[in-house]
């Protein structure tokens, strides 16, 4: 079965201080794309960083980085410089690459964070 | 360049009745994709439309059905309502093609069953 996993329900943390938000997933697909987005209280889902598979390098999005551990089914976020405008759902998803497929995402629970001054 | 609009924003039904939910894809993107999310859930998949044809379906009964129109954009439908469908619906939309990758999202419809 293919599946998210977010097991941190809520995470705090200070203005300016890095945060990592965890994420695994299991599928038996050789190919797959990992996502996480953003969900402000409006409820608009906003990407944030894309990781394939295949991809060897850890994705990088300005202050979002992707920490993929291929062996490990991990695909941490990782924030740094945390401002309090990251406070939001973040949502860990997969999609999986069917040859000739459709293009649905898999999501987890997700992780709510708040940012302190 | 226009993202994609969901409308409306906002809808209260009863139980039993239909319901029709609008999506305008972003320009440029040929691909339309409907999730439900309850509260404090992640999003689930519904189904997603190409070429306006269904392209793959979640888990969910006969009774959501969609239509995709030439112009990308998308409408889903459901029948018979129930509490249980009072969620957020968000709608996606994406470029089907070589190295495309991300879902543009929608700011949803927040549909409340009584």
């Known amino acids: 079965a293919q599946k998210i996993t977010q097991t941190q329900p809520g995470m705090f943390v200070q203005e300016k201080e890095a945060v990592t938000l965890d994420c695994t997933y299991d599928?038996?697909?050789?190919?797959?794309?990992l996502f996480w987005y953003k969900q402000p209280s409006s409820g608009e889902m906003i990407f944030l960083i894309y990781q394939g598979s295949y991809d060897e390098q850890n994705a990088t999005e300005g202050r979002y980085s992707l920490n993929f551990q291929k062996a490990r089914k991990s695909a941490n976020l990782v924030i740094s410089a945390s401002q309090l405008g990251d406070s939001a759902m973040y949502f860990c998803?997969?999609?999986?690459?069917?040859?000739?497929?459709?293009?649905?995402?898999?999501f987890g629970a997700g992780t709510r964070l708040a940012v302190h001054p | 360049e226009t993202g994609v609009t969901q409308s409306p924003t906002h809808l209260i039904k009863t139980r039993g009745q239909q319901v029709t939910l609008r999506c305008s894809s972003q320009?440029?993107?040929?691909?339309v994709s409907w999730y439900q999310q309850a509260l404090g859930q992640g999003p689930q998949f519904i189904f997603q439309?190409?070429?306006?044809?269904?392209?793959g379906r979640g888990n969910f009964p006969p009774r959501f059905s969609g239509l995709q129109f030439p112009n990308y954009s998308s409408e889903l439908n459901v029948n018979a309502l129930e509490l249980d469908d009072s969620a957020l619906y968000l709608c996606?939309?994406?470029?089907?093609?070589?190295?495309?990758?991300?879902?543009?999202f929608g700011p949803g419809t927040r549909l409340t069953v009584l």
């Open positions: 998803a997969m999609r999986p690459m069917f040859s000739g497929g459709y293009n649905k995402l898999i």
């Open positions: 996606a939309s994406s470029f089907r093609g070589e190295g495309q990758h991300e879902q543009f």
């Open positions: 599928t038996s697909d050789q190919s797959y794309g």
């Open positions: 320009s440029g993107h040929n691909t």
């Open positions: 439309y190409y070429r306006e044809e269904e392209n």
